[in-house]
């Protein structure tokens, strides 16, 4: 018998070498600007993906809030995008230049105080990360030291999203409201509308996905990642050990939520504006759909499952405009009928073992080392 | 601040609209529409690679037809589909038939940024019919301005904006507004006024002309001005104010589903509105199917169209598009509005002999629509269109009786002096 362990492993990193041929070569090679683009934008969802199968797949914290964090990390660069491109001569039209142009319409006659640090890029940068992470800190701080979690963990989630969707629309002269922050145009005088611009912020796009990836899986394959694992599967045991659950899971939970952020600032920049759509409780869903298609599990297949699932929606609804979301929830209930553990468990549990004992019959394949 | 209008309307004048153009376009308009592409080659009319061949034009139908939105701006999808059916009955556009592309915003505003992407990039759209809330139209506005498409915009909306690439063929606030507002001072003598509205940009910024119109220039009272969250259901509390308020006139620009619990509440707490004055310009032919006329019968709208209108456009409009989509269906507004897209854009072509969107940006000013229901309208230098304003008294079928209208067309003023 193979170990599963260390095959796992391995496999793992075969996988990372082919989503990086996929999204760095073939990709680039085989479509044209505007659907890689598209790819671009789908692989910002990936960050998130990634975030939730460190956080759900195991460390047990189902968040169904993660577009909370998705968007406050693409609302800070769309800030500071938003006032650079609201320079006097760009709002030469409005009663007061030189505010955003929601502002203009809301009457409101100078730009807000927490809106002035993002006229800084580094600061800008720093929020990305900063602000959500603060964000999530609070959060799990003041759940997971009280010990809860579970379901009513995902529910406080919820309500999360609810609340800061309400506030940004609700608020809409200092956040732009409903119709969110648009028109984004240059990065320190850089255009990011043009071509040439969306290849060189796509590949960005990439590199930070692989980035977050290899650190997802350092974090795993550690010593915490084990602890994690267990953590999930019997938090009392562990907490009975002398660990102190509460802070891994508040670090995890952190750390999830800042490489989901991350994917929100190169949403902005991809694809030119933030609204509060990302934000709220259905698109927070749509993204644990994402990872469980993929696979909770696995980080390869979590990152597959989100390009799938976007490609679908994205060709569904061009091909059929009025039935695409019948479609969608066809597919949703049968890969839940069909493999609960998403493509990646499909891929271990079935389709592994079938090339294993094609391979033992054969002898095509070398036998992997015994373990036992 | 007015314009005359001159002529009768009638189907005709489309076909003298189409010999007011060029030379070479009123020869070949007399002959078939084989001859007249062949009179237009490929070449010449379409110099920027757009989806034009000698027998077909592809243009984008750009709408939500799943989601919340849905319910809304399926009218508009119906009429875009009727004036294009419509067009290639009689011809097409120069000598060319409409193909169309639906795309389907999802009620999702970054949705719609890349469907318009998609329409425009790989699809090479001549023209894009869509967009219904200001929210889908601001997501796509930088998508036309860059890859230089056209939009024909069909709703009425806050205005405060104007581009080369759009073409509003609803009213801005001013148009659906002043009017509004004279008449009521002059024919119900109201004094005070209660203004409501859901909490986002378009209801916001008409509250804030009337409130100037009322204070300024009618020298009038607003006693109070509330906003909702969209989807919001709970008015008994600002019913109460109005109550002891006792306004004049009550203001609303509710949109969407809160509509029906607005006028029903408002009919609970015993508020009858053949007594109290209500004037909305957020209640089209649409809502009221979901409303139920019997909910607000009574009330006036101000618009500038109602399914009602009685001239021969309208019922040749009306009875079309009973036809294509059913006798239930109701027409909205907005729906008219969604109608006038598709034949301006083909008259702005024929004007313009040409398909290149700086060209049709270029002719669109000037071009009169002669065949309008609405009776006629005129593309303004600003890309609004210049149209009446209409009040109307809802009835209990659900329709409005048409009781008032402005004399002249009205000017379209996205950035009203004064007002902002």
Known sequence: MWNPTNKKLDLELVGFALIALLILVVLPLSVDAFRLNLVGKYLTYAFVAVGLVLCWGYTGILSLGQGVFFGLGGYCMAMFLKLEASSVANTKIQSTPGIPDFMDWNQLTELPFFWVPFKSLPFALFAVIAVPAIAAFILSFAMFKRRVGGVYFAIITQAVAAVLTILIIGRQGYTGGINGITDLRTLLGWDIRTDGAKYILYFVCCVLLLGSMFLARFVLSSKLGRLLVAIRDKEDRVRFSGYSVGDFKIFIFCLASAIAAVGGAMFSLQVGFMSPSFVGIVPSIEMVIFCAVGGRHSLVGAVIGTLIVNWAKTSFSETFPELWLFAMGGLFIAVVLAFPRGLAGLFTDQILPLIKRVGMRTGALPKPAPAE | ?420
């Not at chain 2, 500038?304 to 269906?329: C, I, R």
Request: with cysteine; hydrophobic share 40%; charged share 20%.
């Open chain 2, 1 to 420: 601040m007015s314009f005359d209008q001159k002529r009768p309307t009638g189907p005709s004048l489309s076909r003298r609209q189409l010999l007011a153009g060029t030379a070479a376009l009123s020869a070949a308009a007399l002959v078939s529409p084989h001859a007249l592409a062949q009179a237009f080659p490929t070449a010449k009319v379409n110099t920027t690679g757009l989806a034009v061949t000698d027998t077909e034009v592809t243009v984008g139908i750009l709408h939500s037809v799943t989601g919340t939105m849905a319910i809304s701006e399926t009218g508009s999808v119906q009429a875009e589909k009727l004036a294009i059916s419509q067009i290639n009955e009689a011809g097409g556009v120069l000598g060319r038939k409409i193909k169309f592309i639906q795309e389907d915003g999802g009620s999702d505003w970054p949705t719609f940024a890349e469907k318009a992407k998609k329409l425009l990039v790989q699809d090479k759209c001549a023209s894009v019919m869509g967009c219904w809330t200001s929210a889908s139209r601001k997501a796509v506005l930088p998508v036309f301005e860059q890859y230089n498409g056209m939009l024909y915009y069909p709703t009425f909306y806050e205005g405060l904006e104007q581009s080369k690439n759009v073409i509003y063929t609803g009213q801005e606030a001013t148009q659906q507004i002043i009017a509004g507002l004279d008449w009521v001072t002059k024919e119900k003598g109201a004094k005070t006024f209660y203004l409501l509205g859901s909490d986002y940009i378009w209801p916001r910024t008409s509250n804030k002309i009337a409130r100037k119109h009322i204070e300024n220039h009618l020298k009038t009272k607003v006693v109070g001005e509330e906003y909702f969250p969209l989807g919001h259901t709970q008015f008994n509390s600002v019913i109460n104010k109005i109550k002891l308020t006792k306004p004049d006139v009550i203001y609303a620009i509710i949109v969407g589903g809160s509509n029906v619990a607005f006028y029903k509440q408002l009919k609970a707490a015993g508020i009858d509105l053949s007594q109290q004055t209500l004037l909305t310009i957020s209640v089209t032919e649409d809502e009221i199917d979901g409303i139920g006329g019997e909910n607000i019968a009574g009330a006036f709208a101000c618009m500038k169209y109602f399914q009602s209108l009685k001239n021969p456009n309208n019922e040749k409009f009306v009875a079309a598009f009973h036809k294509m989509w059913g006798d239930k269906t109701v027409i909205g507004d907005v729906t008219q509005a969604a109608y006038l897209g598709p034949w301006l854009w083909k008259l702005t072509v024929e004007k313009a002999g040409s398909f290149d969107i700086d060209k049709i940006a270029a002719a669109s000013p000037g071009v009169e629509f002669t065949g309008a229901p609405e009776g006629y309208v005129k593309i303004h230098e600003n890309h609004h269109l210049w149209s009446k304003t209409r009040v109307g008294r809802a009835r209990t079928d659900g329709q409005y009786d048409l009781i008032y209208e402005t004399a002249n067309l009205v000017e379209p003023d996205p950035f009203p002096k004064g007002y902002q």
